[in-house]
């Protein structure tokens, strides 16, 4: 899925692009819950981070339906840090998928 959710994100118009000091895991789900209304039984929640060089990440932060592999809306989260709870979420891979 991982893949997917990648080569979907490559060509995805990203609706917002947020800076933050610190991402909390309470933030990502609240964006998740904001957008429920608009999905169906395909779509799964999912979060991809990219650590930076400076020290920083890069949290992509989106729904993708997996019946038609396509994205739905999508934002991008500049961080300084992951708070505790997301960091352990995301400790082993990049891809997170919340149901």
Not at 53 to 82: H, K, M, W
Not at 84 to 91: I, K, W
């Amino acid at each position: 899925m991982l893949e997917l959710i990648l080569a979907a994100l490559a060509t995805a118009v990203v609706d917002l692009v947020l800076t933050v000091a610190v991402l909390g895991f309470v933030a990502v789900v609240q964006w998740f819950l904001d957008v429920q209304a608009e999905l169906d039984d395909d779509d799964v929640a999912f979060t991809v981070t990219r650590a930076l060089d400076t020290g920083g990440y890069t949290v992509y932060q989106g729904i993708f339906n997996q019946g038609s592999d396509r994205l739905g809306p999508v934002r991008r989260v500049d961080a300084q840090r992951l708070d505790p709870a997301l960091a352990r979420a995301h400790a082993r891979e990049p891809l997170v998928v919340f149901a």
